[in-house]
């Protein structure tokens, strides 16, 4: 030892040290670390703690702050963290992998700052996560494989965390213990834990951008979710006990993806009351799920899709929905009526698509007669029941269906029809001006009229005997129909 490193160790002065980190493999280098490098507390660099003949931190006792990543792994002997009890701090990662006999993170107490990630990882005897109780910041977090762990404990001081995981703890009872957590800015992601009956502790939760609670087979509710306001995404994936989604009540919006699927019990999807909004709506493989009630209040979907849910019959629930971009339905077995789709505004369909539900033999409703006969419409229609079975036994209903139960909302009468002269357009409502636009198959348009009467004659003598389209527009809302020149 230098002399001025004996001075130092001495007056029990600290400094900065190892600015390229160390490396330690052995319980010889640990035990001897205060003597290599006296007054050494700071370390400005990396600390790598690997190796499977330590079995013990106690020469670490002075390190009280580290700079770069802390990596404790493959120390196979090493029983708890104690040793480190000074330390109040690590720059980057924390990351604790694959150490077999650890039984608990004890040492660690002081510690209240992780620059970047928590990573516990593969401890296959770690029960007891109290030693990190204490943190006051931490990026992220990730609990993951951890066979032996029963509870989380608390982490009650933590207000904001980007990334939280914590997936695959086989006897993982419980999570609590996030109570003063409000925001989690990129992802909660709770998934696969086999034993999992209870969520509880995130009561001042409001927002995440991206949660995902998936494989948790014994997970009976997911009411801890109560206080949340906004969230990006939502994925509630292959829990088998769910019957309900309840928790979500406050809930009016979710910007991407909302996937409800492999939920083996799911019954209802109670629970989201205040939902008006979501960009892509996805509930497949839900094999007892019966009717979509819950989502009562949803008015807008981009993408949506209903898939191999056995025992849906119908889409009660979805009476107020008006705007849907891309609209998909398939192999509902037993779904026989989609008529909660009628109100929806064709303007906003861009592809209907609808097959393999083997019990749905109607189709012919106001908003898919409207958009059949729109100009430009992608559709596929097929290996339904029949009278659904194509599109063209769907056009066939559509055509018989009387004129007033023809029209998306019974403002328009168009009648005769078909016609070899004139049809009349009319109706009771009261409006400022309209303008109707005929168009042929190929979407070609023939006829164009302003009209600000409530009952108007148009001649279609001069038109090819032939099939065409009558859109509607006043104020703001379209209507189209089909009318046939004979």
């Not at 029963?150 to 993982?172: A, C, H, V, W």
Request: include cysteine.
């Amino acid at each position: 030892m230098s002399l001025t490193g004996i001075l130092l160790a001495l007056n029990g002065i600290t400094q900065s040290c190892l600015p390229l980190g160390i490396v330690l493999s052995r319980q010889t280098q640990v035990d001897s670390f205060p003597v290599a490098y006296p007054g050494c507390t700071d370390i400005e660099g990396n600390v790598d703690i690997e190796g499977p003949n330590i079995t013990n931190l106690n020469g670490l006792s002075g390190i009280t702050t580290i700079g770069g990543y802390l990596y404790i792994q493959y120390c196979s002997q090493l029983p708890n963290l104690t040793g480190l009890n000074n330390l109040t701090s690590v720059g980057d990662y924390f990351r604790i992998f694959d150490n077999y006999n650890l039984t608990s993170l004890n040492g660690l107490e002081k510690l209240y700052f992780i620059g970047n990630y928590l990573s516990i990882v593969r401890n296959t005897l770690l029960f007891d996560l109290s030693g990190v109780n204490n943190l006051l910041f931490v990026g992220s977090i990730s609990f993951h494989e951890n066979s032996a762990l029963t509870n989380l404990g608390s982490f009650n001081r933590l207000t904001k965390i980007q990334y939280l995981f914590i997936e695959n703890n086989p006897n993982l009872t419980k999570i609590s213990g996030f109570e003063k957590l409000d925001s989690v800015t990129e992802a909660l992601w709770i998934e696969q834990n086999d034993n999992l009956i209870q969520l509880s502790g995130f009561d001042s939760l409001i927002y995440v951008n991206d949660l995902d609670i998936g494989g948790d087979s014994l997970l009976t509710n997911l009411d801890v979710f109560e206080n949340l306001r906004s969230i990006g995404e939502l994925g509630v994936r292959g829990n088998s006990m769910l019957t309900d989604l309840s928790g979500f009540y406050k809930i009016d919006s979710i910007k991407g993806s909302f996937y409800i699927s492999g939920n083996e019990n799911l019954i209802q999807l109670t629970g989201f009351d205040n939902l008006i909004y979501i960009n892509t709506l996805n509930i497949q493989n839900n094999p007892v799920l019966k009717n979509l009630g819950g989502l009562n209040s949803l008015t807008s979907i981009g993408w949506f899709l209903v898939a191999d849910n056995d025992e849906l019959a119908n889409l009660t629930g979805l009476e107020k929905l008006v705007s849907v971009s891309k609209l998909e339905i398939f192999r509902n077995k037993k779904l026989s009526d989609v008529k909660s789709l009628e109100n929806i505004n064709i303007e906003s369909l861009l592809n209907l698509d609808i097959e393999q539900n083997v019990n749905l033999s109607n189709c012919a409703i106001k908003s898919i007669c409207a958009y059949i006969v729109a100009p430009g419409a992608s559709i596929q229609i097929h290996d339904n029941s029949k009278g659904c079975n194509r599109q063209t036994e769907v056009d066939s209903m559509c055509r018989h269906l009387s004129v007033e139960n023809f029209a998306l909302n019974d403002r328009w009468l168009i009648y005769p029809n078909p016609s070899s002269k004139t049809i009349t357009i009319e109706t009771e409502n009261k409006f400022i001006e309209c303008t109707f636009i005929i168009y042929d198959l190929q979407g070609i348009e023939v006829i164009r009229q302003n009209f600000t009467e409530p009952k108007t004659l148009i001649d279609i003598e001069r038109l090819p005997l032939g099939i065409y389209f009558i859109r509607i527009s006043n104020q703001g809302a379209v209507d189209y129909y089909k009318i046939i020149r004979n």
